[in-house]
């Protein structure tokens, strides 16, 4: 079954606009939120990551905002850019082993 | 500027062939990963080693999958024999994990199409 469930599975967002993405999960011993971003023929390259004992992380325009109570974490791309247009996966890890990655949401940022 | 690397990068066979996919981790890195990604099925992981020791290869199908790891600067993905479902892209991870960071840093990925 799929550990972290992710949507929008599409997102069309206009230039400048913000981006929110969201993902959830079940398993509480998830210790381990990272996203990653996937640009076409290109492998998943780490964006943004969280530990569940701070409830927000911002790196420039992205943000996860991170919900343990309601096992739920989202990632916010303010200002959002053409270049930002790629697949966005959420993942989640338990001790530092594999990763159990979200479906992905295709983001579109029209000019 | 160290990456991982993964060779080939595109391969297509008829099924029932071998196909074997290399993959050199970050040197250093203690963890190297396999997985598959699909339009249906996303990203998929098949398997990982930590320091070369094979941990989990439950996500692999074990008749005709196989992973090894036979030094520190090369793993390999091997399908024998290959069949039309296999048709994927299959990316190699390595990371320093247990460390300061669980990050994991992809290769490009091996398209494969079986036909």
């Known amino acids: 079954q799929q550990q972290v469930k992710q949507s929008p599975q599409s997102l069309i967002v206009q230039k400048g606009g913000i981006s929110i993405i969201n993902c959830a999960y079940e398993?509480?011993?998830?210790?381990?939120f990272p996203w990653y971003q996937q640009f076409p023929g290109k492998g998943p390259a780490l964006l943004i990551a969280?530990?569940?004992?701070?409830s927000e992380k911002k790196e420039g325009r992205f943000t996860i905002s991170f919900n343990k109570s309601a096992k739920q974490f989202s990632l916010h791309i303010m200002d959002s850019q053409p270049g930002d247009s790629a697949t966005y996966f959420c993942?989640?890890?338990?001790?530092?082993?594999?990763?159990?990655f979200g479906t992905g949401t295709r983001l579109t940022v029209i000019p | 500027d160290a990456r991982v690397t993964q060779t080939p990068r595109d391969k297509v066979t008829e099924m029932g062939q071998e196909v074997t996919m290399r993959c050199q981790p970050i040197?250093?890195?203690?963890?190297v990963f396999w997985y598959r990604q699909t339009m249906m099925q996303g990203l998929e992981l098949l398997a990982y080693?930590?320091?070369?020791?094979?941990?989990?290869d439950s996500g692999m199908p074990k008749d005709r999958f196989s992973a090894e790891m036979p030094d520190a600067t090369l793993a390999t993905l091997k399908i024998q024999p290959s069949e039309p479902r296999d048709s994927a892209v299959y990316f190699c991870?390595?990371?320093?994990?247990?460390?300061?960071?669980?990050?994991?840093?992809f290769g490009p990925g091996t398209r494969l199409t079986v036909l």
């Open positions: 991870a390595s990371g320093l994990v247990g460390w300061s960071t669980d990050t994991q840093y």
């Open positions: 398993n509480t011993a998830f210790d381990y």
């Open positions: 969280i530990r569940p004992d701070v």
């Open positions: 993942a989640a890890e338990v001790g530092a082993n594999n990763l159990f």
């Open positions: 040197l250093g890195h203690n963890t």
């Open positions: 080693f930590r320091n070369r020791a094979p941990l989990d």
